[in-house]
C-alpha cells in the first residue's frame, strides 16, 4: 500500500540525518497516515480512506467530508479524493 494521503496527496519526503559528528545520511519522512471511516451524508453511507492526521483535522474543521470535498479546489485534491467529490456532486444534484 503507498504512503500516501488519499485526500491531499501527501506522499513521503527525503531529508538528512545530521550527527554530532557532522555526518550527514539520507532518511525519509512518512506522513503519518491512518485508516479512517467517514460519513458522507450526500452518498448516505462510510467512506474508508487513508489520510494524514493533518487532513483528518482539516476535514473535522470544515464539518464533515462532503463540506470538505465541496470546499477544496480541485487542485488541492488527490485523485481519490477528486473521484469522491465529483460521486459528491452528482449526489446532491
Known amino acids: 500500500m503507498p504512503k500516501r494521503c488519499q ?8 531529508g538528512r540525518n545530521v550527527a554530532h559528528s557532522n ?33 483528518l483535522r482539516t476535514v473535522q474543521k470544515h464539518g464533515g467530508l462532503d463540506p470538505y470535498l465541496l470546499k477544496m479546489a480541485d487542485r488541492k485534491l488527490a485523485p481519490d479524493a477528486m473521484r469522491l467529490k465529483r460521486s459528491v456532486q452528482k449526489a446532491l444534484r
Open 23 to 55: 555526518v550527514k545520511t539520507c532518511r525519509r519522512f512518512d506522513p503519518n497516515l491512518q485508516r479512517v471511516h467517514l460519513q458522507s451524508d450526500a452518498l448516505g453511507r462510510r467512506v474508508a480512506l487513508r489520510i494524514t492526521t493533518r487532513a
Open 7 to 14: 485526500l491531499t496527496g501527501v506522499g513521503p519526503r527525503a
